[in-house]
DNA sequence: TCTGGGGTCCTAGGACCC
DNA sequence: TCTGGGGTCCTAGGACCC
């Protein structure tokens, strides 16, 4: 059996952990730059607030409701989620965390255990040592815990936060209660061509013939359509490097100026390095691309990227800085206002295995350098050590206003308690 | 005024090899 | 009249996830 763990809301949960006076009211957490809604409490969405709502159009409702706003700090989301994740270690050998707020549990050799109990434990432990809220389905493969874990959010009472789907009766009810569209796996794209064929809840899916599923949706929709008919297809992901890093940004405000464009450029090629050095690994290739912003249609738009294939492989911040550089006086053009930007990397290669070329080579010099800098920040705090290049008077270049304080990560934002 | 960021996998088609 | 067969690698684009 497998199980679905999830943070119910979890910024919005995370946020309320050291303002426990929320709970109960509408909590909304934006992206960067105070843009658009990323996450909900239970009411805030009663008010209709939806996922990636503009903040900006939303104001007037945030204000007439009261609802509590926050600028995202995934610096406090990515520690809670460490806490949670390592509490979920305990309870099970085998667990693939799938993303900051999502784990899979699988539960070899329980046979004889009853792991709906065992969930409900698993539950209540994580709530009390962390205070945050899960959710847990229990099925026969992973594709139905998912379903299982829909089930736990759409009725929490009933279910008090853990589903068991463990006969093929429950599965097959909760198959032909959940909409196509709502099948983890299946997209806007997939979803409209299910509906337009007739198919409009999951049961439906998995009764359409494979060869169908198997043309129009290639084997990905194949594997989905087995896992949700309770044959074991999808398995825990090991985590394996990754093999693209990006950083990218929207910018407060547009920016027309080469000589911005590059500070800012200059920044995300020095992080995706520093990420990149985290791995072990060096890259090969280098991609940069600029874009004026698409939602102003008033305004002249140009979207561009360039690829650099490095003449050797890297990951020292300034070569990588001073070759997405090259890459970004290739596609500027004066005229515009630049509103987006970023840097990915790509075509890895572990940095022991690199191998030297007779007639360029990664500067030597740079290696200990690099180490010296990451040890440095690592002990004085993020970006303090940076490339002249970069803005040196200012870290962040978002907009933040309501960003709440680092409560698990910094000394100087620990809770203060008054007897 | 104002609209996020970071990933993965698969497929088709072209270029190229012997 | 009549123009092979079997591969690999790379890229762009499309789909999806949180």
């Not at 809604?37 to 945030?62: D, H, T, W």
């Not at 432990?125 to 998912?146: D, H, M």
């Not at 013939?209 to 084997?219: F, G, L, T």
Request: charged residues 25%.
């Amino acid at each position: 059996m497998y199980a679905l763990v999830d943070g119910n809301n979890f910024y919005a949960s995370c946020e309320r952990v050291f303002r426990p006076e929320l709970n109960g009211k509408p909590i909304v957490v934006l992206s960067n730059n105070d843009g658009c809604v990323i996450a909900r409490s239970n009411e805030a969405k009663a008010l209709g607030i939806p996922m990636g709502a503009p903040a900006f159009e939303y104001s007037k409702c945030f204000t007439l409701n009261n609802v509590h706003v926050f600028s995202a700090n995934f610096a406090f989301y990515g520690d809670m989620s460490h806490r949670v994740m390592s509490l979920l270690n305990d309870f099970t050998p085998e667990l693939e965390i799938y993303s900051i707020d999502e784990a899979f549990l699988k539960f070899e050799g329980f046979t004889y255990f009853n792991l709906e109990k065992h969930c409900t434990e698993l539950k209540h432990f994580v709530g009390q040592c962390t205070g945050i809220p899960l959710s847990v389905g229990i099925a026969p493969t992973k594709a139905l815990a998912k379903v299982a874990n829909k089930i736990c959010k759409k009725f929490p009472i009933q279910t008090k936060g853990v589903y068991m789907m463990d006969t093929e009766a429950k599965c097959m009810k909760a198959l032909k209660w959940l909409k196509v569209e709502d099948i983890w796996g299946i997209g806007r794209q997939h979803a409209k061509r299910l509906q337009q064929i007739g198919a409009l809840t999951a049961y439906d899916f998995i009764n359409l013939p494979d060869a169908w599923v198997r043309k129009n949706m290639s084997v990905v929709g194949l594997r989905l359509k087995l896992d949700l008919r309770g044959i074991p297809t999808l398995d825990l992901e090991e985590i394996e490097p990754k093999k693209n890093i990006a950083t990218t940004r929207s910018f407060e405000t547009m920016y027309s100026e080469l000589s911005d464009l590059r500070e800012r450029i200059s920044t995300f090629a020095f992080s995706c390095a520093e990420k990149l050095r985290k791995q072990k690994a060096c890259c090969n290739t280098l991609m940069v691309f600029i874009r004026t912003n698409n939602f102003r249609q008033d305004m002249p738009q140009y979207n561009n990227s360039s690829v650099i294939h490095l003449p050797f492989p890297s990951n020292s911040g300034i070569e990588l800085s001073h070759f997405a550089n090259l890459a970004l006086n290739k596609i500027y053009r004066k005229g515009y206002a630049y509103k987006k930007a970023g840097v990915m990397i790509m075509d890895f290669m572990p940095q022991d295995q690199v191998q030297l070329n007779v007639f360029e080579n990664s500067n030597v010099k740079h290696e200990p350098l690099m180490k010296a800098i990451d040890k440095l920040n690592k002990v004085y705090g993020m970006q303090k050590i940076r490339l002249a290049s970069q803005d040196l008077k200012r870290v962040w270049k978002m907009k933040q206003e309501k960003l709440s304080p680092k409560y698990t990560t910094s000394l100087k934002d620990i809770i203060t308690i008054f007897t």
